[in-house]
């Protein structure tokens, strides 16, 4: 029992069309539409090209049409170079004529003012009208190299290659194709987004997920609109592919709220950080690291993991190299004894004995090339850096062919660093044409292997998806939001100190117990009750820093000292912010914890990707020492582990002096049931828990600030870049035959269990399917399979134990179709388990997964000849009908809300 899921992605128009038209084309020397035919010509296009303008009957020998309605067929691929104003009209009349994709090079839109936002508008709306795509307006471009499609108004074109770029900025483009060509770096697709009105990051990256020509992908980012999209397809296309990204605008003014220390020690790239960490994807932060990560990719140098061997015949630029690796955190590799031994025999007595590997300078071919080949053979090893400094024994040429020869059968990473210009020049061509890169000095090349190396570091990230919940303890939500709600009715957006720790406590957070006042004798007998000494707190909607106005009296032994502090305390206030309103005074025990660290735990709503945590060094002294790490939720013990590690109050949380160690399980803790109140609570904007007590008895929250605000929408987890686990859809029931039947979504490591899953069907079921007689899945098919966004997707496992592992019986899977209110599905269930009732169970859950979802309609592809699928979908309501696709597959359709 089968069914086929549709494997043409929506923007193969765009990417792959059969037919062009340049609309705009014109025989003007130097205008944008003379460039557009003449780079399509020159790109020696073998589909059908057309230009369109009233004005011609030919352009440089190319057919030319009044308008898109008299061109002789359906074309896949409108390319508009005409005036802004025209533009939505063209889109309309391209819609009207079948037109599948769009890409509209002509500026004047939202960048222009009001007008021209008008006119955007009105673009999208006709594009979205008539299921049209659009790319751009006001971009450069695209290009597919090995289809000869240049829809670009540069005066260069790309050669074919692997790397797909994907660019904000048309410059960028221009100027990254000037310099690939005469360096040999190709590209699979070259696509610059302008204004992104339509079509953004996530649905480009999405396609080149599974394009087989793209094998590596370069970006260059300046604003993200679609978070949740731009993340997903990040996460997707890292599982298989590296992917380097650059993003401008690092350093924005910044106006949060002074009332966050959150917000005040962390800016909009620190989020970004967290990002581009949890999505598994590489961060250059120049145009050269940029170029040389390009480089690399082109040159095919894997990623292996981050332990660099150095071979050099300079102490100094190994020093240099070893330096950089350390501010790079790059560790040096450890050699093992059996390389060290091989080292020992082939180097003079006088070698390092160690990493960097000192030849000394003397060093010629042979010393080089015994000691890059025992480092690429160490296990150890993951990558080696080779340097030469031109000395006066040395003999450049013949020491790269060495090296060259030495790597060769190695997967491992080898970057060059020949140092100099006149002597090492021809060196250096003899390294590029081996495709070994290779740099005048050692600081890039290490850059580079850092690049790489991240990649190999941010997968353990990528792999973690956690679910909304800390620990098997089910927070108070009731009790949560009803304080939430009655601050909002109140409009009120900070909450009260008493009402913060109340709302921690009901997420299991340890809170130091406090009691409000309202005048001294209430004070002195709440002292009494919760035991001496204590401290006074202000207790006001206005202040937030209460000791910056002298609201806090501290260590109060007896009823005396503490009448005099309650006078003082609020005298103070009164003359420092008089307009305040006081609610009385917060009585709290005195904490006798000698060995406690202060530390800080936060969150901040960024305006593109939403809620982030942030983990640091806590105290009056926050926004000095800036000690922090962001991540984005949710978190589990991997991650948390992750943040606490990226930060240097790490280092005190271990035994030190007369300190012993802090109960880091505690700690951990905290995090993730702040990550599960960012989760559960989408009201929250703002919080610190500063200080944060930490010690070997575990942790208390000393005093808290919560920012909120109305929650943007009502669905569950919309606020939230990556959508946790959705646990709410594991269920488990018992068969027939006694065997014990889990269903649950999907999860990224779930990889092997699907492979195995598909090795084990008939021929049969996969030929329904998958319409082939395919016996495995290919790596970027896994990864859109188990690594998918819970948002606009679901996909789930029906698993059994056997043999005390975990084995796939059955997978079904929606996804969400461009237009957002329809989905299309597959389901398949192993041989052995037809006529069970699995299928049936199985496509119940997912039709309430999609109409929880909102969705309007669920469609599928079933081929004719596959009776019991037909079967089930008749039995669940689909409409059946002949598909457009031909007489040999049936067009199924359920509809999941009215209107539908």
């Not at 074109?157 to 770096?185: E, F, T």
């Amino acid at each position: 029992m089968s069914i086929a899921l549709s494997d043409r992605h929506y923007l193969t128009a765009l990417f792959e069309p059969a037919s062009v038209a340049i609309i705009g084309a014109t025989e003007r020397i130097g205008s944008v539409g003379s460039v557009l035919i003449d780079n399509m010509l020159a790109a020696r296009y073998a589909g059908a090209l057309y230009a369109v303008n009233p004005k011609y009957r030919q352009v440089r020998g190319v057919p030319c049409h009044a308008s898109v309605r008299k061109l002789p067929q359906r074309v896949d691929l409108a390319v508009i170079a005409t005036p802004a104003a025209t533009v939505p009209g063209v889109i309309e009349e391209c819609g009207k004529a079948g037109v599948r994709a769009a890409c509209v090079i002509t500026a004047g839109f939202s960048e222009a003012g009001p007008a021209g936002e008008r006119l955007e508008r009105e673009l999208v709306e006709h594009a979205r009208r008539h299921q049209l795509r659009v790319l751009g307006p006001n971009c450069f471009g695209l290009q597919r190299p090995s289809l000869g499609v240049n829809a670009t108004f540069g005066g260069g074109a790309g050669i074919a290659g692997s790397l797909g770029m994907v660019s904000q900025s048309g410059a960028l483009c221009a100027a990254m194709l000037d310099w690939a060509r005469p360096n040999g770096i190709g590209f699979s697709s070259v696509v610059s987004l302008g204004g992104s009105s339509d079509i953004d990051f996530g649905e480009v990256i999405d396609y080149l997920v599974d394009d087989s020509r793209t094998e590596h992908i370069l970006l260059y980012v300046e604003g993200v609109r679609d978070a949740r999209r731009f993340v997903s397809a990040l996460r997707a296309a890292a599982r298989v592919k590296p992917v380097i990204l650059m993003k401008s605008g690092r350093h924005p003014a910044s106006t949060r709220a002074a009332v966050s220390h959150t917000g005040a020690i962390v800016g909009a790239d620190d989020v970004f950080d967290a990002v581009v960490r949890r999505a598994g994807v590489v961060r250059v932060r120049t145009i050269g690291q940029m170029v040389a990560a390009a480089h690399a990719l082109a040159r095919r140098v894997k990623p292996r993991g981050e332990r660099l061997a150095i071979v050099t015949n300079g102490g100094g630029p190994g020093v240099m190299a070893a330096d950089h690796a350390a501010e790079l955190g790059i560790p040096l590799a450890e050699l093992s004894p059996a390389t060290s031994a091989i080292l020992q025999r082939s180097l003079p007595p006088n070698w390092s004995h160690g990493n960097p590997v000192d030849l000394i300078g003397d060093a010629g071919p042979e010393r080089y090339g015994a000691a890059i080949a025992a480092c690429l053979a160490d296990e150890q090893v993951d990558g080696v850096l080779a340097v030469l400094s031109p000395q006066g024994m040395t003999t450049p040429l013949a020491s790269a062919h060495a090296v060259i020869e030495a790597a060769k059968g190695s997967s491992k990473p080898l970057l060059t660093s020949w140092m100099g210009e006149e002597q090492v020049a021809s060196s250096r061509r003899l390294f590029m044409d081996a495709g070994i890169p290779t740099f005048r000095t050692p600081e890039p090349a290490v850059e580079m292997f850092a690049h790489v190396s991240a990649f190999y570091r941010n997968q353990r990230l990528l792999m973690q998806t956690p679910g909304p919940l800390a620990d098997a303890t089910p927070p108070d939500l009731p009790g949560a939001r009803a304080i939430i709600d009655g601050a909002l009715a109140a409009r009120r957006s900070l909450l009260s100190e008493m009402e913060a720790k109340t709302l921690l406590a009901a997420f299991h957070i340890p809170v130091v117990p406090a009691r409000v006042a309202r005048d001294a004798n209430e004070a002195a007998r709440i002292a009494e009750e919760i035991g001496w000494p204590v401290a006074l707190k202000i207790c006001s909607p206005d202040l937030v820093r209460k000791s910056e106005v002298g609201g806090v009296r501290q260590g109060l032994r007896d009823a005396q000292a503490l009448r005099a502090a309650w006078g003082d305390l609020l005298s103070a206030v009164t003359r420092e912010r008089p307009q305040a309103r006081l609610d009385g005074v917060i009585v709290e025990p005195m904490l006798d914890r000698p060995h406690a660290r202060e530390l800080m735990v936060g969150m901040l709503c960024d305006p593109v990707f939403g809620p982030a945590l942030v983990f640091g060094a806590g105290g009056a002294a926050i926004e000095v020492q800036r000690d922090r790490a962001v991540a984005l939720p949710p978190l589990n013990g991997f991650l948390v582990s992750d943040m606490i590690r990226n930060t240097r109050v790490a280092r005190m949380l271990g035994a030190y002096r007369q300190l012993p160690p802090a109960d880091l399980k505690a700690l951990e803790t905290v995090l993730q049931r702040v990550s599960e109140m960012v989760c559960e609570l989408p009201q929250l904007v703002g919080l610190d828990i500063n200080p944060l007590l930490l010690d070997e008895h575990g942790a208390l929250a000393g005093e808290a600030r919560i920012l909120i605000a109305a929650a943007p929408t009502s669905e569950r987890y919309a606020h939230m870049a990556i959508h946790p686990y959705p646990v709410q859809w594991v269920s488990s029931w018992t068969a027939a035959d006694g065997t014990r039947v889990q269903l649950r979504p999907v999860r990224p490591e779930d990889a092997e269990l699907e492979q195995q899953f598909v090795k084990g069907l008939s021929a049969e079921s996969r030929h329904f399917r998958f319409m082939n007689t395919l016996r495995e899945l290919t790596p970027a098919m896994l990864v859109r399979f188990t690594q998918i966004d819970y948002d606009r997707e679901m996909a789930f496992v029906a698993t059994i134990e056997r043999e005390g592992r975990e084995t796939e019986i059955a997978v079904c899977r929606y996804v969400t179709n461009p237009d957002g209110e329809t989905c299309e599905f597959a389901l398949v269930v192993a041989d052995a388990w037809h006529r069970h009732g699995l299928g049936r169970r199985m496509m119940n859950a997912l039709i309430e997964a999609a109409r929880t979802r909102g969705l309007k309609a669920m469609i599928g592809h079933v081929l004719a000849e596959n009776a019991p699928m037909l079967g089930l979908c008749a039995k669940l309501g689909f409409a059946i009908s002949e598909s457009r696709e031909g007489p040999t597959v049936r067009h199924v359709n359920l509809r999941l809300a009215q209107g539908a």
